[in-house]
């Protein structure tokens, strides 16, 4: 291969024998739209995680329906009558059409209708959303610990500069590390109001 650099010479990448990107798998990456009828609660779910765990949902979407293996033993075991008894909505995704092509293969091949799989594939989160949720309630409480523990540091700082002065070394320290406390525990704040929305699911 031969690679030119701005000036028109040869570049470093002439000696470096690297393999070469494969055009199907570059075509499998592109996003594409979709659009499924699913349940209100799987919505959610995977709205939910997406946020809380800061995954995209086209990410989440592509792992959960690119595990071939899961989703033949969810086409071998769903019911699919139970499935068309759900109320269900439509909600468009933007998944890539390499996940697009591995549904509607497993879709045709096990005869199980595409929603089932994907809504199904989506209830794979709820044990995710559950101990998330356990995990919520944790940070609350401790959230709770450091706002009281920045009280207590602000009022030891007061003292300081009480009985020191502010332009003291001790003080001046104190005060650096009170204001590096703060930045950090606004950020647990918004941490923690952020991931409010898993405790309502």
Known sequence: MVVM????????MDDINLPQPDTD??????????????SPRAIEAL????????????????HLIEDVQTLNTIAQELEA?????????QKTFVISRR??????EISRESRAPRDALVEYSIQRLLPVIMREREKHRKRKKLRDDINLHMEEGLKLLEKSK??????????ARLEAAMNYYETARASIEHFVEKGDIIEGF
């Open 5 to 12: 650099d701005k000036k028109g010479s040869r570049s470093f």
């Open 25 to 38: 798998d570059l075509r499998g990456r592109q996003s594409v739209r979709a659009t499924f009828k699913l």
């Open 47 to 62: 709205s939910i995680v997406a946020v809380h765990l800061g995954i995209k949902q086209k990410s989440l979407f592509d």
């Open 81 to 89: 009558d139970q499935f068309r008894t759900m109320d269900r909505v």
């Open 99 to 104: 996940t697009l092509v591995c549904l509607d």
């Open 162 to 171: 009480s009985l020191l002065g502010e332009d003291d070394p001790v003080t």
